[in-house]
């Protein structure tokens, strides 16, 4: 199956930092996705990825769609408490592959 | 524009009983999938329906769980018997293109 290598696993930062995460896969695809999913709740599109080196904004958050084809990074600016939750990268083929997700704590 | 539907919320159940989920896609999508979410997870999918049509359900562990679209729109999962293992989020989503929306999931507790 598809492999989907998302990066860090968790991270814990204080508030107002920037936050940076990853996710590379092995295979080439047309789109990549990034969903936010609260405790309790089902992950929320954030931001659709559909061409090579396409940078996209939503808000404080930044996502790119790599060069390579195979790789996408997801950016926040200015942590605030509500961004607490899960992020997962995904890749939109025949059906939607999620990368393991990166846990996100906002200490105030 | 409404979301992807799901009920119950919760459930709770002993190993060897059964369970049924229902899914209610985004109006018009086409295509509507069910994930398992374990803890600590990415959701993994399960089953993946074009309209009333199965195309692909090669993760479904058929032994006992079956998926249903009648009709191309509502989805019912159902798991029969439950398992201490099937403990998990058990999310819909639906896509008109390459874009998924997903449920708010049913946390099913197998004890």
């Known amino acids: 199956g598809q492999q989907l290598n998302q990066s860090p696993q968790s991270m814990f930062i204080q508030e107002g930092e920037d936050v940076s995460m990853n996710c590379t896969s092995s295979?080439?695809?047309?789109?990549w996705l990034w969903y936010k999913q609260d405790p309790g709740e089902g992950p929320v599109l954030l931001i659709a990825?559909?061409?090579?080196?396409e940078l996209t904004s939503n808000g404080r958050l930044t996502a790119q769609f790599g060069i390579t084809r195979k790789d996408s990074f997801l950016n926040i600016s200015a942590s605030i408490p509500s961004d607490v939750g899960i992020y997962f990268c995904?890749?939109?083929?025949?059906?939607?592959?999620f990368g393991t997700g990166t846990s996100l704590t906002v200490i105030p | 524009e409404a979301g992807v539907a799901q009920s119950p919320r919760y459930k709770i159940i002993e190993k060897r009983q059964s369970v049924a989920f229902w899914c209610n896609p985004i109006s018009g999508h086409a295509t509507l999938y069910w994930y398992q979410q374990i803890l600590g997870q990415g959701p993994k999918l399960l089953i993946q329906f074009q309209n009333n049509g199965v195309v692909d359900d090669s993760q479904l562990p058929k032994d006992r769980f079956s998926a249903e679209r009648l009709k191309g729109v509502d989805s019912t999962l159902k798991i029969q018997p439950a398992k201490l293992e099937d403990s998990a989020v058990y999310l819909c989503a639906s896509s008109l293109g390459s874009e998924a929306f997903f449920g708010q999931g049913t946390r099913l507790t197998v004890v």
């Open positions: 295979s080439i695809f047309n789109t």
């Open positions: 995904a890749l939109a083929g025949n059906q939607f592959y």
């Open positions: 990825l559909y061409k090579a080196g």
